[in-house]
């Protein structure tokens, strides 16, 4: 079956940092793009970016910039999305995605930003 | 960077009835547009593709069409579960997601 499992729930302070996972069954992640997608409680839906695997390729958001970093590790099958500088704002549900039009995707991953 | 407009921002409509959301681009985006239905605690969920293209699966009281700047998304024979919030997506340059409808059954 083909799914993508994310990493679970994050606390963390003000300030700090977090590297979030997202892991492919029944597909390889080298043959598709990945992304990562923010939503803010009460919000719409927001594309951070993506990584083409197979040569570690990405593209970002220009919000995002500087905000996130996407990697992967074809070995392990799995996309990861760090966040730095953590601030209220980005307390979100960050889901993970498949493909050129997200026919894939993660069930979500929350972040809560708080001292 | 290209913007979508997405409309109305919610709807209330009766079991069997048909809604139409509306998305516009900021300039053309070739068809390059999905719609997707999200329910709260899942990821969202792709219905069609390419403008007008069913994912498998996908019921067939689900449509989509348009062209240029301007596109809509439609669902017939309103079930139950159909509640949820829809968005639009354009990846012709980069990705935009519409900012949503929420979709209420009266």
């Known amino acids: 079956e083909v799914q993508l499992q994310q990493s679970g729930a994050e606390l963390v302070k003000p300030g700090a940092s977090v590297k979030l996972s997202c892991t492919a069954s029944?597909?390889?992640?080298?043959?598709?793009?990945m992304h990562w997608v923010k939503q803010r409680p009460e919000q719409g839906l927001e594309w951070i970016g993506r990584?083409?695997?197979?040569?570690?390729?990405?593209k970002y958001d220009p919000k995002f910039q500087g905000k996130a970093t996407i990697t992967a590790d074809t070995s392990s099958n799995t996309a990861y999305l760090q966040l730095s500088s953590l601030t209220s704002e980005d307390t979100a549900v960050y889901y993970c995605?498949?493909?050129?039009?997200?026919?894939?995707w993660g069930a979500g991953t929350t972040v809560t930003v708080s001292s | 960077d290209i913007q979508m407009t997405q409309s109305p921002s919610s709807l209330s409509a009766s079991l069997g009835g048909k809604v139409t959301i509306t998305c516009k681009a900021s300039?053309?985006?070739?068809?390059?547009i999905a719609w997707y239905q999200h329910k709260p605690g899942k990821g969202p969920r792709l219905l069609i593709h390419?403008?007008?293209t069913l994912q498998p699966g996908i019921p067939s009281r689900f449509s989509g069409s348009g062209s240029g700047r301007d596109y809509s998304f439609s669902i017939s024979n309103l079930e139950p579960e159909d509640i949820a919030t829809y968005y639009c997506?354009?990846?012709?340059?980069?990705?935009?997601f519409g900012s949503g409808t929420k979709l209420e059954i009266k």
């Open positions: 029944g597909f390889n992640i080298k043959d598709t793009y």
């Open positions: 300039q053309d985006i070739n068809k390059y």
């Open positions: 997506l354009q990846y012709d340059n980069l990705l935009t």
């Open positions: 995605a498949r493909g050129t039009y997200f026919d894939v």
């Open positions: 390419y403008t007008s």
């Open positions: 990584i083409d695997p197979a040569n570690g390729n990405t």
